[in-house]
């Protein structure tokens, strides 16, 4: 059973700086690796995909990237805005469709 | 503008009550997913479907939770009855699998949520 967890629970830094999400997932029989974006009493937004054959996908400030054969992702922000306070989350599909248990990251102004 | 649509975006309802939620798929997709979403359990995949059949339900209380797909158009949750503990976010997401098999390009897509309340 595929089980997928995410390091740090909770992040808080400030503006401008640089930080990194980890996700981490047991099984590395995998179709892709999705990164979304979830703001307090909202949906889901996608944010990146990376396919399994791929190492990494960009997205303006964003990047993630991917390990399947050690099983971990990050997604790494660059110039971190207030704006991009939110809870992260990855979700990887195989069988179905798995969500870690997400990062909730602050950007203080 | 193409997104899956979900109804109603909020129900408070009293315990007992039959809840059902209702899931537009993005036209064209043939993957559908139900999600509930809790502070506790984070996101619990409840249903899967593929061109409308269920692949996997397992995530699903079977004996007061039901998913069915009427149509490609459509997807419903339903409880019957209803408790206080089923009191969440409930999300519905879409994606296409080419041929009918999951691929590396099968994005999901999700919609707005029924946030539902049970008393």
């Known amino acids: 059973k595929q089980e997928v967890t995410q390091i740090p629970a909770a992040l808080s830094v400030p503006e401008g700086e640089n930080l990194v999400l980890n996700c981490s997932f047991t099984?590395?029989?995998?179709?892709?690796l999705q990164w979304f974006r979830q703001d307090p009493g909202k949906g889901l937004t996608s944010l990146l995909l990376?396919?399994?054959?791929?190492r990494e996908q960009t997205s303006g400030r964003l990047n993630a990237s991917l390990d399947k054969s050690s099983g971990r992702s990050t997604l790494y922000i660059a110039a971190s805005q207030p704006g991009d306070s939110a809870t992260y989350l990855c979700?990887?599909?195989?069988?179905?469709?798995?969500f870690g248990p997400g990062t909730r990251l602050s950007v203080l102004p | 503008d193409a997104r899956v649509t979900q109804t109603p975006r909020h129900k408070v309802t009293e315990m007992g009550q039959e809840v059902t939620m209702r899931c537009q798929p993005i036209?064209?997709?043939?993957?559908v997913f139900w999600y509930r979403q809790t502070m506790m359990q984070g996101l619990e995949l409840l249903a899967y479907?593929?061109?409308?059949?269920?692949?996997?339900d397992s995530g699903m209380p079977k004996d007061r939770f039901s998913a069915e797909m009427p149509d490609a158009t459509l997807a419903t949750l339903k409880i019957q009855p209803s408790e206080p503990r089923d009191s969440a976010v409930y999300f519905c997401?879409?994606?296409?699998?080419?041929?009918?098999?999951?691929?590396?390009?099968?994005?999901?897509?999700f919609g707005q949520g029924t946030r539902l309340t049970v008393v």
């Open positions: 099984d590395s029989a995998i179709y892709n």
């Open positions: 479907f593929r061109n409308r059949a269920p692949l996997d």
């Open positions: 979700a990887v599909s195989g069988q179905n469709f798995v």
């Open positions: 036209l064209g997709h043939n993957t």
């Open positions: 997401a879409s994606g296409l699998e080419q041929g009918g098999t999951p691929s590396e390009r099968t994005e999901a897509f």
């Open positions: 990376i396919q399994s054959s791929q």
